[in-house]
Nanobody, 121 residues
Framework: QVQLVESGGGLVQAGGSLRVSCAAS????????MGWYRQAPGKQRELVAT???????NYADSVKGRFTISRDNAKNTVFLQMNSLKPEDTGVYYC???????????????WGQGTQVTVSS
């Protein structure tokens, strides 16, 4: 079992910045891709950004140039630096981790519990 714990959400004015973090813990797992998704009220969960174990990144068009995803592999932690925030960035931000369980090579996807980000206009 892998646990993902997000932190760093909060309330910020439009144009401001926030950094959210997600720490993964568990034994006998190898973590590969990690990512951030968000869900606004009444909308489906959507991709924000992903990062591979080697550092390759992918961003939603809506956040390119404003958000930066990074990771610390030694600490199994992924970060999302969010700059120039807009009210439409408001939502619950979830991290996920694509993992392989060591003893049977099962590929498993885990999600965190989410952290609220609210951007006021």
């Amino acid at each position: 079992q892998v646990q993902l714990v997000e932190s760093g959400g909060g309330l910020v004015q439009a144009g401001g910045s926030l950094r959210v973090s997600c720490a993964a813990s568990g034994t006998f797992f190898t973590i590969y891709d990690m990512g951030w998704y968000r869900q606004a009220p009444g909308k489906q969960r959507e991709l924000v950004a992903t990062i591979g174990v080697g550092g390759s990144t992918n961003y939603a068009d809506s956040v390119k140039g404003r958000f930066t995803i990074s990771r610390d592999n030694a600490k199994n932690t992924v970060f999302l630096q969010m700059n120039s925030l807009k009210p439409e960035d408001t939502g619950v931000y979830y991290c996920n981790a694509d993992t392989v369980r060591g003893y049977d090579q099962s590929r498993l996807l885990y999600w965190g519990q989410g952290t609220q980000v609210t951007v006021s206009s």
